[in-house]
């Protein structure tokens, strides 16, 4: 056997013996590119103030790698299963370096902007691909532990993220959690070479390129106008979006259901383990990705943690992914799916319930739990999920089934971000106002700290600094009424700057706990829905699973 390996699985007459092997390197891609957004929520700081940038760029920096990352991955996914999954996923990962590099070296709002969204095209060929990859590469007995592994790496990539971000910061600039991804990158390309197997549809037809651009459209228009109108109003351009992405989607439909081989074919929501699936992957990382993005301000800026010690303190996030993963192995072939992905769902609700008790006196003790709940939530929940929805798709369509699965799963985290992340600000700013009411600081500093929490702390340290200031200048004052004068304005500068700070966390607090309120209710309904549609499954499990593998194998050669 030679270095690289030219064999295709699809030819290989027993099970690829080092399969395990290849696993690792589609983890491994897949570790980045998840990473690669939660790395950037502590990294924002010191790249807003390194580049200037308005709130304005800093949402367009994070979200301008999931808008080409979600709309193009139906599409891409369809174009590796035609001509190479390998090579898609070896393309992708090439792009997204090459685009890491770019986006170190700029200095501007927009190159950051643009790097960013080059490397969210590289995530729509990695994404994809690498579930399609575990899925012809593994067989069907097998391939439910490799998806649980795979799900695994994803949870522990959201909590890992900040805890490398966090140690790269401690001795270099922003730029450094762009280029920790070329090296991992460029292991996860030989990786490829050398032990994933190439791999394609064995018969597939021209691809339907007229639903896959309706995809892009429509996809591309749903998350621009779920980041628009939340985060900046809903002026022209976010209704544009809504108006764009609903005729998009009204076409697709039709398109599909008048194709002879579509891109996606549409039916398949009207089965109920399908569509729960989507839907319960879509709903929990609504809110993961919500809860993640203000549980990382609070430690940092409330409770002053460093984006290091931030990271370490997700751990036990990480941890609980394990944890949960193997409990659903364990418990998913005695109890069934539906049992699974409904405790599962439970424990999120459970946990997003616990955090409406953070108030300004909270440490990170109170945290702990709810970490650890969500990270065991997320083990059992999210494999069984993708493995029925990988299950639903015959082989010349893994691909397909990859980017509907990694779609639904972007979709549900930009969702969480815009509607967690609205309620969020919207709710920090009114506590902080009724706060500060009746507060003799200037009204523009007032205004300015009802922007964000960092803001708000911002103002509080140049009130500070203003106090200081003047205090030094009573010290050399040369009479001793200017003196008295002096000092008295810098001890009511320097006890408004102790009312602002405590103002803000206090704020930003009672923020935390009525928006977990709002995703807890969210997931919980979700729940309900998820247990409705997805159906009882019992001890033909087994029986039933390998009948609809042979349907799919027949689907596949009858193409």
């Not at 295709?8 to 957004?37: D, F, H, Q, T």
């Not at 997204?96 to 200095?107: C, E, N």
């Not at 007032?446 to 203003?466: C, F, K, N, P, R």
């Amino acid at each position: 056997m030679g270095l690289v390996i030219k064999e295709p699985v699809e030819k290989m007459g027993a099970p690829y013996r080092r399969r395990w092997w290849a696993l690792l390197v589609l983890c491994l891609s897949l570790l980045i590119i998840v990473m690669a957004n939660t790395a950037l929520t502590v990294a924002a700081p010191d790249m807003t103030k390194d580049l200037g940038l308005s709130s304005s760029d800093l949402q367009w920096v994070i979200d301008g790698y999931t808008v080409p990352y979600a709309a193009l991955m139906l599409l891409l996914g369809a174009i590796g299963d035609k001509y190479s999954r390998r090579g898609a996923l070896v393309l992708g990962l090439l792009v997204f370096a090459g685009a890491s590099v770019a986006g170190s070296l700029v200095d501007s709002s927009t190159g950051v902007i643009a790097s960013r969204a080059v490397m969210g095209v590289g995530a729509a060929l990695i994404m994809p691909a690498t579930l399609s990859l575990l899925a012809s590469t593994f067989p069907r007995a097998e391939r439910a532990k490799a998806i649980l592994l795979w799900t695994a790496t994803a949870g522990i990539a959201i909590a890992a993220g900040p805890l490398v971000a966090g140690a790269l910061l401690e001795n270099h600039g922003w730029a450094s959690t762009f280029l920790i991804n070329v090296p991992i990158a460029l292991l996860a390309v030989v990786g490829a070479f050398v032990l994933v197997p190439p791999s394609k549809a064995a018969h597939h037809d021209r691809i339907d390129y007229v639903g896959g651009l309706l995809s892009v459209v429509s996809v591309g228009a749903l998350v621009y106008m779920i980041i628009q109108g939340p985060h900046f109003g809903w002026d022209a351009k976010a209704i544009s979006g809504a108006v764009v992405a609903g005729l998009g989607f009204v076409l697709f439909v039709l398109w599909e259901l008048r194709h002879p081989r579509p891109v996606l074919d549409v039916r398949r929501f009207a089965h109920r383990m399908f569509s729960g699936s989507l839907l319960a992957v879509a709903l929990f990382f609504l809110a993961v990705f919500g809860a993640f993005y203000y549980l990382t301000q609070h430690l940092q800026f409330v409770l002053g943690y460093t984006p290091l010690e931030t990271g370490i303190r997700m751990l036990p996030l990480a941890g609980a992914v394990f944890v949960g993963s193997a409990l659903t192995g364990f418990l998913t072939p005695r109890l069934g799916m539906k049992v699974t992905v409904t405790a599962g769902m439970v424990a999120g609700t459970v946990a997003l319930a616990l955090l409406t008790r953070v108030d300004a006196g909270s440490g990170y003790g109170d945290f702990l739990a709810p970490l650890i709940i969500l990270g065991v939530a997320i083990g059992l929940a999210l494999s069984p999920c993708t493995d029925a929805i990988m299950g639903a798709f015959p082989e010349a369509e893994l691909g397909v089934g990859g980017a509907v699965n990694d779609t639904s799963l972007e979709l549900g985290g930009s969702l969480g971000i815009a509607i967690l992340g609205s309620v969020l600000a919207s709710s920090y700013s009114s506590h902080l106002a009724d706060a500060t009411a009746g507060s003799k600081l200037p009204a523009s500093a007032l205004a300015t700290a009802q922007d964000s929490v960092g803001a708000g702390y911002a103002v509080a340290q140049g009130i500070g600094e203003q106090a200081k200031q003047l205090g030094a200048q009573a010290l050399h004052a040369t009479t001793p009424q200017q003196a008295a004068q002096l000092k008295a304005q810098a001890e009511q500068l320097g006890a408004g700057a102790q009312q602002m700070s405590h103002a803000v966390g206090s704020a930003f607090s009672d923020a935390v706990a009525h928006t977990s309120l709002i995703g807890a209710v969210i997931l919980g309904v979700g729940t309900v829905l998820v247990a409705f549609l997805l159906p009882r499954r019992g001890k033909g499990d087994a029986q039933q699973d390998g009948e609809a593998a042979q349907q799919q194998e027949r689907e596949a050669l009858s193409v």
